[in-house]
């Protein structure tokens, strides 16, 4: 299993960001998928999951309404659409199999910081 996150940056309270990650070495369009991150000195926190089919998503209540997450099973791809981003959604976001982050993969740095 390999998966591959890309997309984060600096950004200014109140922008956006979409994040991707590359998913290989798995049937990617059978598994749920999940975003999780993890802000400086803190754990891990579930964001966002998305059925296999993509019909179906679900956020934490920290960044509903705010945050949109979308799948191509074809391109073996997740995304995750950041908007109206927040001083505290500055975090190490990864991609991952499962709610806890326990397969995941190396991350990417967001930082919101005006």
């Known amino acids: 299993v390999q998966l591959v996150e890309s997309g984060g940056g600096l950004v200014q309270p109140g922008g956006s960001l979409r994040l991707s990650c590359a998913a290989s070495?798995?049937?990617?369009?059978?598994?749920?998928m999940y975003w999780v991150r993890q802000a400086p000195g803190k754990g891990l926190e579930w964001v966002s999951s998305?059925?296999?089919?993509?019909?179906?998503?679900y956020y934490g209540d920290s960044v509903k309404g705010r945050f949109t997450i979308s799948r191509d099973n074809a391109k073996n791809t997740l995304y995750l659409q950041m908007n109206s981003l927040k001083f505290e959604d500055t975090a190490v976001y990864y991609c991952?199999?499962?709610?806890?982050?326990?397969?995941r993969g190396k991350g990417t740095p967001v930082t919101v910081s005006s």
């Open positions: 991952a199999t499962d709610s806890k982050g326990t397969n």
């Open positions: 998305i059925t296999t089919s993509g019909g179906r998503a």
């Open positions: 070495g798995f049937r990617f369009s059978s598994y749920w």
